[in-house]
C-alpha cells in the first residue's frame, strides 16, 4: 500500500470514528547547574562549581572529594536504592536548579496537555483493528487496549521534557511502565536536604500513595471482589525494577513477588504461592513484551495472562488505557488532527499541541522535505534504543543498540540539546538533560528530575540521575 493510500485510510476511519461518537468536552551544590551552565564557573582542578545567588555573587559550597562525599551520600541511605548499576555510577550527587519560570512552564505544559491524552484515548478505541495495526500495536493487545474500567485512565505517567527557551517540549509520554519513580518521589528530597535546597518535590510522595490506592480501589470494584489479593510485580534479575516495585508496594502496604514466581492457568487465573492472584500490579512490566512472552516449552503465556484480563479473571495497574497511550505515534496523531483542524480537538487542544508538543509524523516523508533535523524513534522504544538523528536522509547520530530498529518508527521534530555540567565519579562532563516530569491521574503535575548524556548524545540506559531544584533559596 502506498504512503498516500495509507494516508486517505487512516483519515478516512478518523473521519468515520469521530463522527460515530461525539466525544464530550468535557548539590552537591558545587555541581549545581543554573539554567543552561548560567552562573557556573570552573573553580579548580579538582572540578568543583559554584553557584551564582541572586546578588550576582560566587558562593562556594563544598571542598569535599566528590567519589567520597556521594558513597558516603547514598550509603546513609535507609531504604534500598541503586545509586551504581552494574558497578557504574547512575545516581550523581548533583542538584541542577531551573528557574521557576521553567518549572511553572512544565506544570503549566502537563495540564494543557492531559486532555489532549484522554481525548486521543477516546478516539483511538473506536478505531478498526486495521487502522491500530497500521499504528503499531501488536495484534494480540488490540482487545485488551479497547477495555475501560473503573480504574483511572493512567496511574502514574511520566512525561520527557525538553526545552526551547523556556518553552516545555514533550518529546514522549511513557504511560505504561515509566520508571525514574523512586529517583524522583523520594531520592530527589533527600538530596535537596543534603544541600539545603528547596525540596520542589516535597509532598509528592504522599499524592503518589494516594493516587495509586485510588487505583487499586477502582480495581477492587472491577474486580467484584470484597478482599481480593492484590501483588505488585516485577522482574527479580533487574535491580533497578525490582527495588521500585519494592517501593511502591511499600507505600500502599502490599505485598510484592518476582514476576518468575507467577503461574498462569488459562481460563481460571493468575496464581502465585498458591494463591489467585485478583489484581496485579506491574508498574515495571511492559504490555508490548508480555504480548510477546512465550514460555520454553513454546506456551504463548502472553496471551495466556492478555485473555485472563479480557476474561475478568484478573485485573492489573496501570489500566489498559496506559498501554493505549504509550504509543509514540499518538503523538503523530494529534499533529495530523491539529493541521487538518478537526474538530475532534476543541482549540484549545490544538493550541497545546502545537505549543508543547514537536512536530511529529507517521512517515520520514514528511520530515525529509523540510531539510530540517528530526528523530527517528520506535513506538514502542524505550531507554533511547535505536533512536536516529537525521537531515533528510543522512543519519548524523544514532544510538548503538538496535533491538528495535524492525518496529514502526516516529519522525519527530529535533529539539536542541538542553547543555550543563555535572561532576562524575570520572570527573567533570558537559552534556545534556532531559528532563522527566510525573503526572498522576493523569490530571496532576507532579515529581520533576532529569536524565544525564555526556555531550550531545542520544539519552539512553546509560543516562545519569540528577535531582532538580529551583533557583529560589529555601526560606
Known amino acids: 500500500?502506498?504512503?498516500?493510500?495509507?494516508?486517505?485510510?487512516?483519515?478516512?476511519?478518523?473521519a468515520h470514528s469521530v463522527q460515530a461518537h461525539e466525544v464530550q468536552d468535557s548539590v552537591r551544590l558545587d555541581s549545581v547547574a543554573v539554567d543552561n551552565q548560567q552562573g557556573l564557573e570552573?573553580?579548580?582542578?579538582?572540578?568543583?562549581?559554584?553557584?551564582?545567588?541572586?546578588?550576582?555573587?560566587?558562593?562556594?559550597?563544598?571542598?569535599?572529594?566528590?567519589?567520597?562525599?556521594?558513597?558516603?551520600?547514598?550509603?546513609?541511605?535507609?531504604?534500598?536504592?541503586?545509586?551504581?548499576?552494574?558497578?557504574?555510577?547512575?545516581?550523581?550527587?548533583?542538584?541542577h536548579a531551573l528557574s521557576q519560570k521553567k518549572l511553572h512552564a512544565i506544570e503549566e505544559a502537563i495540564l494543557a496537555i492531559t486532555p489532549v491524552f484522554k481525548r486521543?484515548?477516546?478516539?483511538?478505541r473506536l478505531l478498526p483493528d486495521e487502522m491500530l495495526i497500521q499504528l503499531g500495536y501488536p495484534q494480540e493487545t488490540l482487545s485488551y487496549l479497547k477495555l475501560q474500567k473503573n480504574v483511572m485512565e493512567n496511574t502514574i505517567g511520566r512525561f520527557?521534557?525538553?526545552?526551547?527557551?523556556?518553552?516545555?517540549?514533550?518529546?514522549?509520554?511513557?504511560?505504561?511502565?515509566?520508571?525514574?519513580?523512586?529517583?524522583?518521589?523520594?531520592?530527589?528530597?533527600?538530596?535537596?536536604?543534603h544541600f539545603s535546597v528547596q525540596n520542589i518535590n516535597k509532598g509528592e510522595e504522599k499524592m503518589l500513595k494516594n493516587y495509586m490506592e485510588k487505583a487499586i480501589e477502582g480495581a477492587i470494584q472491577d474486580s467484584?471482589?470484597?478482599?481480593?489479593?492484590?501483588?505488585?510485580?516485577?522482574?527479580?534479575?533487574?535491580?533497578?525494577?525490582?527495588?521500585?516495585?519494592?517501593?511502591?508496594?511499600?507505600?500502599?502496604?502490599?505485598?510484592?513477588?518476582?514476576?518468575?514466581?507467577?503461574?498462569?492457568?488459562?481460563?481460571?487465573?493468575l496464581f502465585h504461592d498458591?494463591?489467585?492472584?485478583?489484581?496485579?500490579?506491574?508498574?515495571?512490566?511492559?504490555?508490548e513484551i508480555i504480548a510477546q512472552e512465550v514460555s520454553p516449552e513454546g506456551e504463548r503465556i502472553g496471551h495466556q495472562l492478555i485473555e485472563l484480563i479480557e476474561q475478568k479473571l484478573l485485573e492489573v495497574i496501570n489500566p489498559p488505557a496506559s498501554f493505549l497511550l504509550q504509543n509514540k505515534m499518538l503523538l503523530a496523531l494529534m499533529w495530523q488532527l491539529t493541521e487538518e483542524d478537526n474538530p475532534v480537538y476543541t482549540s484549545e487542544m490544538k493550541e497545546a499541541?502545537?505549543?508543547?508538543?514537536?512536530?511529529?509524523?507517521?512517515?520520514?516523508?514528511?520530515?525529509?522535505?523540510?531539510?530540517?533535523?528530526?528523530?527517528?524513534?520506535?513506538?514502542?522504544g524505550r531507554e533511547g534504543n535505536s533512536v536516529s538523528l537525521l537531515t533528510g536522509k543522512e543519519v548524523l547520530v544514532s544510538a548503538p543498540e538496535t533491538d528495535f530498529q524492525r518496529m514502526p518508527q516516529l519522525c519527530q521534530e529535533y529539539v536542541p540539546s538542553y547543555m550543563t555540567t555535572i561532576e562524575t565519579n570520572d570527573g567533570v562532563k558537559n552534556g545534556n538533560l532531559v528532563f522527566g516530569a510525573f503526572v498522576l491521574g493523569l490530571e496532576h503535575p507532579s515529581a520533576i528530575g532529569a536524565r544525564f548524556t555526556a555531550g550531545e548524545g542520544i539519552t539512553g540506559n546509560n543516562a545519569l540521575f540528577v535531582a532538580v531544584t529551583s533557583e529560589e533559596r529555601p526560606l
Open 120 to 124: 486521543t484515548a477516546e478516539l483511538v
Open 224 to 269: 467484584g471482589k470484597q478482599a481480593p489479593h492484590i501483588l505488585f510485580v516485577a522482574n527479580q534479575p533487574s535491580k533497578e525494577d525490582y527495588l521500585t516495585i519494592q517501593y511502591l508496594a511499600n507505600l500502599v502496604d502490599c505485598p510484592y513477588a518476582p514476576i518468575e514466581e507467577l503461574e498462569i492457568v488459562p481460563g481460571v487465573g
Open 160 to 193: 520527557d521534557v525538553m526545552f526551547d527557551g523556556d518553552t516545555p517540549k514533550i518529546i514522549e509520554f511513557n504511560a505504561d511502565t515509566p520508571t525514574f519513580i523512586k529517583e524522583l518521589f523520594h531520592i530527589s528530597g533527600e538530596l535537596s536536604s
Open 42 to 95: 570552573n573553580a579548580s582542578s579538582q572540578g568543583h562549581f559554584y553557584l551564582k545567588g541572586d546578588d550576582g555573587k560566587m558562593e562556594k559550597t563544598s571542598e569535599n572529594n566528590y567519589t567520597e562525599e556521594r558513597t558516603d551520600f547514598y550509603n546513609g541511605l535507609t531504604t534500598p536504592f541503586w545509586a551504581d548499576l552494574d558497578n557504574v555510577e547512575y545516581a550523581t550527587l548533583n542538584v
Open 1 to 14: 500500500m502506498s504512503r498516500s493510500q495509507k494516508v486517505q485510510r487512516l483519515k478516512a476511519s478518523l
Open 274 to 287: 498458591g494463591r489467585q492472584v485478583d489484581i496485579l500490579y506491574r508498574q515495571t512490566w511492559a504490555m
Open 353 to 380: 499541541i502545537k505549543r508543547y508538543i514537536p512536530k511529529s509524523y507517521f512517515f520520514e516523508e514528511d520530515m525529509e522535505d523540510t531539510n530540517a533535523p528530526y528523530i527517528q524513534k520506535p513506538i514502542f
